[in-house]
């Protein structure tokens, strides 16, 4: 009897700290991987053209996403030796963005550049996009770590992140300064 009761306490604390606030919305789950986030990128800057890009040795199979790229442009600078998002030694482990800015290459090989490119965060696809530049990913198995919300200076995301190397994921709340980039996030239970 005393267990029973034990559970009847618990049971509802539990199941509200695990859910999301009714004005929050569930993302979509193409929005689950980074490599279909790139077209809704809004640069800050004007750029001739930008590639976002996969250290590949065969330039075709490497491209992620193309903007419009002017017909007689050629890149001879080499890739870098480092990107974003690492995943592992060698080929196909990272990304890198390349943008023509005044007839001149500028690479973006890391997760703070890949945030100076991205500049404002205009839409809830740069918003997963700079919170994946954190370690935080869209988990579509939860709303807990796949719901969001839009507000004119703020974009806020449930998200979740491997803890330690392991395979336990934590959930957090994530808030986005929409004009500086900035996040705040706080561990969710």
Known sequence: ???VSIITV??????????????????PEILDNPELLYPFI?????????????NNPDPDKGIIYESQAPKNM??????????????????????YLIACENSRSRYFSNEQQLRDFIGFVDNLPEAI???????????MTSTMSSS??????HISLYLSKIKNNSEVKEY????????TGKLKASLKH
């Open 42 to 54: 809004i640069p800050d800057k004007k750029y001739e053209y930008w590639s976002v890009l996969r």
């Open 1 to 3: 009897m005393k267990l």
């Open 148 to 153: 969001y919300k839009i507000e004119d200076k």
């Open 74 to 95: 050629t890149i001879n600078d080499p890739a870098p030796e480092k990107g974003f998002f690492q995943k592992c030694l060698g080929e196909d482990c990272f990304s």
């Open 10 to 27: 618990l049971l509802p604390g539990l199941l509200l700290s695990q859910t999301v606030p009714a004005d929050f919305k569930k993302i």
């Open 172 to 179: 957090f709340l994530i808030t986005i300064d929409r004009k």
């Open 129 to 139: 996009l700079t919170a994946n530049t954190y370690g935080y990913t869209v988990d």
